[in-house]
């Protein structure tokens, strides 16, 4: 089973908001839809593992971090993202790091 984190994007609210819509008008079913959001989590793992190679540094104040269930969470006070040449800075963000290669699922699904 890969993570679910990415159902919580702007593409996956988009695609959770299309799914109820059909099964409200009883064009599709529930067990579809569930269905088709265990593709999508397959699909959005794979295609960031696979497929993204920019980098971005960052720096920041640790303000408090937590392992659980084999997933990181960090929160981070005053952080600076930079990239090449782009720099932004935020107050507060919070990163869920989980371990991309042990999902639990062969990668030749």
Do not use: H
Not at 68 to 85: I, Y
Not at 93 to 105: L, Q, R, Y
């Amino acid at each position: 089973m890969a993570y679910q984190l990415y159902r919580n994007t702007t593409l996956g609210n988009s695609l959770q908001e299309s799914l109820d819509e059909l099964i409200q008008s009883q064009q599709i079913t529930p067990q579809l839809a569930l269905q088709v959001l265990l593709q999508f989590d397959k699909a959005i793992n794979t295609a960031l593992a696979q497929r993204v190679r920019n980098r971005v540094n960052f720096r920041g104040s640790l303000n408090t971090y937590r392992f659980c269930d084999n997933v990181w969470t960090f929160v981070l006070n005053d952080v600076e993202f930079r990239e090449v040449t782009e720099l932004i800075k935020v107050d507060k963000v919070k990163i869920v790091a989980c371990d991309g290669k042990n999902t639990g699922s062969s990668t030749t699904e």
